[in-house]
């Protein structure tokens, strides 16, 4: 049995790196956690308006961050291959390295417009640790936002060996979405033997409709922050 401190933070992600990128390199400094989720895109903004190398530039700065701080982070972030953009969670490892990364494979509608899916469901190993990671819709293929059928990854995680799942997301605040989104962390972390570890994109002014905190594999809310505002929780997972 290990214990393993996870941290999440539901920040406020503005458009471009300058605004994002010295909050999320705050954050990993003053950290004192194993792995650190931030939300879908946090750090080029959800737009695909970045600089490839401005943005490869920054990733540098956040892995000297995470190898300073000892904790890996699953940073949000736009980043684009062959001339095709994908929403990517980018994993950093506690010594700097590059773990992996996972491209968003149920992009919405409205994401597809600009970004392409991925193809690839991973698991990664890290510290004795297996856990793979989704992004917003990949979780849950919010009705309406295609594409069909529901491919079930948090499922398919499960079945690959995973522990824990970090799932990033900036879902908005349309609250006809609240309760799906809430039922379907739960159901699926039931599912799927997972813990499920959430970090959603703050609102200025209004409560999001996806809450940022930790399932357990019993489908039970372990920790869960207010929908409005900016917050950050901690919480010790005992992985068998």
Known sequence: MATIRVSGVQMVVGKSKKENLPRILDYINKSDC???VFPEMALTGYNNGFSDARTAEAWAQIATACRNSYVTAIVGTGCRHEGHTHIQSRV?????ELIGTHEKIVPTSADREWCRPGAELNVFSYKEVHFGCLICNDLWVTPGCGPYPDPRLSYQLGQKGAQIIFHSI???TSDIHLAYHESNLRLRALESQVYIVTANAAHPKEAINAPSGVVSPKGEWLVQVPLLGEHVYTYD???D
């Open 237 to 239: 997972l005992e992985i």
């Open 34 to 36: 194993d792995f650190l």
């Open 92 to 96: 950093f490892g506690g010594d700097g």
């Open 170 to 172: 900036n879902s908005g």
